[in-house]
């Protein structure tokens, strides 16, 4: 059992995509989930995977599961 005053985190997936680089995915997913959710701590990278569209790639995807602190 968490004492009273140490820190909960949630785990959630998120995925990035850019045109350029699976550096630029993961940083776009960041900048964007940096809006919504407060006091982003970790961001792992879980997967990365390309699309690809006529034999060409067209996107870099980058799945990240960022952590987050609850607040009380």
């Not at 985190?9 to 699976?22: P, Q």
Request: glycine share 6%.
């Amino acid at each position: 059992m968490a004492k009273k005053g140490e820190p909960v985190y949630r785990v959630v997936d998120v995925i990035g995509l850019s045109a350029t680089s699976w550096e630029d995915a993961a940083r776009n997913a960041v900048n964007t989930a940096s809006k919504s959710l407060r006091d982003l701590r970790i961001a792992e990278v879980v997967k990365m995977d390309v699309k690809v569209d006529n034999g060409k790639i067209t996107a870099f995807r980058t799945r990240l599961a960022l952590s987050f602190k609850y607040e009380g």
